[in-house]
């Protein structure tokens, strides 16, 4: 238990603590930007936690698409859409416990399968974690994995620009 | 001591619980999504968990979350797309008015 104090533990629980809070922030506060910011701080923590798993590229992929892409990307949609601060009638307590009832039992599900499983590693563990070699898997063993995702985002921004100029354009005409 | 597989995959499963709650509680289309996006991360970290602890080639589970990025970043551009498409059309991006559908 000491180890939770040395100077890696302690930025581990901090890393640790801004995913969860950023996460609680994201689903939880009312105001759709606030959601967004903690969506960011969620990610950085992600980030963090990549970097504890030994994979510093990752890391930077993390913050380079989810924060620097998807986060603004969200921003702009908000920023098209309703005004902030309308006020939204609270839901249901009803409902609100319902889905936190179902949420809850996806963890506890998943917690006692991850405790009840015995783990274990593979015979024979290779220690190559260098860029290179992802790149080289990418274009030799993966490579036809890589050429149809790139083909699902060609096809998924033209449909995103296809399907954002469709009504712009009827409304002028 | 902190650093073990099952640290790693509790966090994970935390973290899907979260982004499930919001799906299903959120009634803000922008909201479904940013919670769609905290399950994509969930599943990342599990891929990344077992590759750093478990699997023989420590390359293939950083790809395969390359890939999860990648369409993480597809789904987010049909998914904007289709929200400003629905606010347009309907004056809202609540979930429970998107019911033209309905028989």
């Known amino acids: 238990m000491s180890e939770f104090f040395s100077l890696a533990g302690l930025s581990f629980l901090l890393i640790v603590g801004m995913t969860l809070g950023g996460a609680f922030i994201a689903v939880g506060a009312r105001n759709i930007f606030h959601n967004v910011l903690g969506l960011a701080l969620s990610l950085f923590g992600v980030a963090g936690i990549f970097l504890y798993l030994n994979s510093p590229f990752l890391a930077m992929m993390e913050i380079l698409i989810y924060v620097g892409a998807i986060c603004i990307a969200i921003c702009f949609a908000i920023m098209l859409s309703e005004p902030l601060y309308r006020p939204q009638p609270p839901r249901k307590p009803i409902k609100l416990l319902g889905a936190g009832v179902g949420a809850g039992l996806v963890f506890l599900v998943l917690a006692s399968l991850v405790r009840k499983t015995a783990w274990i590693p593979a015979a024979s563990r290779g220690d190559d974690w260098s860029v290179a070699t992802i790149g080289h898997y990418l274009l030799t063993k993966y490579a036809l994995i890589f050429e149809a995702i790139s083909l699902i985002l060609l096809v998924a921004m033209l449909g995103a620009i296809v399907n954002a100029k469709n009504g712009r354009g009827r409304t002028e005409s | ?103």
Not at chain 2, 40 to 49: R, W
Not at chain 2, 53 to 61: N, T
């Open chain 2, 1 to 103: 001591m902190y650093n073990t597989l099952q640290t790693y995959l509790f966090l994970a499963a935390l973290l899907f619980a979260i982004g499930l709650y919001g799906v299903l509680a959120r009634r803000s289309l922008i909201a479904v999504l940013i919670s769609v996006e905290l399950m994509l991360n969930a599943a990342s970290i599990n891929f990344m968990a077992f590759n750093r602890f478990l699997a023989p080639e420590p390359a293939v589970g950083q790809i395969i979350t390359l890939f999860i990025m990648a369409v993480a970043a597809a789904e987010a551009a049909i998914a904007l797309s289709i929200i400003i498409t629905v606010y347009r059309k309907l004056k809202s991006i609540n979930v429970e008015h998107v019911n033209e559908l309905r028989g």
